[in-house]
């Protein structure tokens, strides 16, 4: 069993920028296959960004050039820095944990952006 807990979150004006961060539990975050996801009301949640065991990251392309997915593997924690947010960037952001058989999500920590 895994725990995610997210944070970081906030309001931000356009132009600005936010860190989220992402506390694991248990033994196992070094193995285990890291990524954000976003939300907005009504519509799926998408992708953001992903994470592998070796460090290897993938990016949505709304995201390309603004975003870094991060990981410390010793303090079991992901990061999405976030830079040059914009008024569409808000959302209900998800961390997301996946094994070879099993999906963890985080509570989600809602990002605003708005002057």
């Known amino acids: 069993q895994v725990q995610l807990v997210e944070s970081g979150g906030g309001l931000v004006q356009p132009g600005g920028s936010l860190r989220l961060s992402c506390a694991a539990s248990?033994?196992?975050?070094?193995?285990?296959?890291m990524a954000w996801y976003r939300q907005v009301p009504g519509k799926e949640r998408d992708l953001v960004a992903t994470?592998?065991?070796?460090?290897?990251?993938y990016y949505a392309d709304a995201m390309k050039g603004r975003f870094t997915i991060s990981r410390d593997n010793a303090k079991n924690t992901v990061y999405l820095q976030m830079n040059s947010l914009q008024p569409e960037d808000k959302a209900v952001y998800y961390c997301n944990a996946n094994t070879a058989l099993l999906r963890y999500w985080g509570q989600g920590t809602l990002v605003t952006v708005s002057s």
């Open positions: 994470i592998t065991q070796g460090g290897s990251t």
């Open positions: 248990g033994s196992i975050f070094k193995s285990l296959r």
